[in-house]
């Protein structure tokens, strides 16, 4: 056989892979599924007791698993639920927005918990004490998941086969 045609040969093979399969996840994903999960139901609870017009977000209020709502307070749960585990979905992609949520459950905690702005906050959300240490422990474990939870990266292939094509 002459040089030329092994060349030409030895040219015609590729190596063809399998589809490489890349498995992400992270710990924080399983903190902001939980919590978004627990905050849309109690939204949806206390939209679905108080019921919601826009002309009085601030009333009727209604108590949900010991916590004081009003509809203003259950819609905003809808939204922050929602986000939450939207956040959830993809590992790592959205700590940004889970960082900056956990620090908005926080600051919300620490407001009613402190009773800076206390007529307006208990007014318009119907929610006390209770309500401020449980917005404090979820907002600090979903930051805290979003800034030290590691992400893990699992990539699977098929070995490689040798294909061969017909040269003319």
Do not use: C, K
């Not at 109690?42 to 002309?55: N, Q, S, V, Y």
């Not at 585990?85 to 459950?105: K, P, S």
């Amino acid at each position: 056989m002459s040089h030329q045609r092994q060349y030409e040969r030895s040219r015609s093979r590729e190596l063809v892979a399998e589809p490489v399969t890349t498995h992400t996840w992270s710990p924080a994903q399983a903190v902001a599924i939980i919590a978004g999960l627990g905050f849309l139901a109690l939204g949806i609870l206390a939209l679905r007791r108080t019921g919601f017009t826009i002309d009085h977000v601030t009333s009727p209020t209604g108590d949900i698993a010991g916590f004081g709502h009003t509809p203003l307070l259950g819609a905003t749960e809808v939204g922050f639920g929602t986000l939450l585990l939207l956040t959830g979905v993809v590992a790592g992609g959205l700590r940004l927005l889970m960082a900056l949520l956990g620090i908005a459950a926080l600051a919300l905690g620490a407001l009613l918990v402190t009773d800076v702005a206390p007529y307006r906050l208990h007014h318009w959300l119907g929610a006390g004490h209770p309500y401020g240490w449980l917005a404090i422990g979820v907002g600090g474990a979903v930051f805290l998941a979003a800034l030290v939870a590691p992400t893990f990266t699992r990539t699977t292939s098929a070995n490689h086969i040798r294909r061969h094509r017909v040269v003319a």
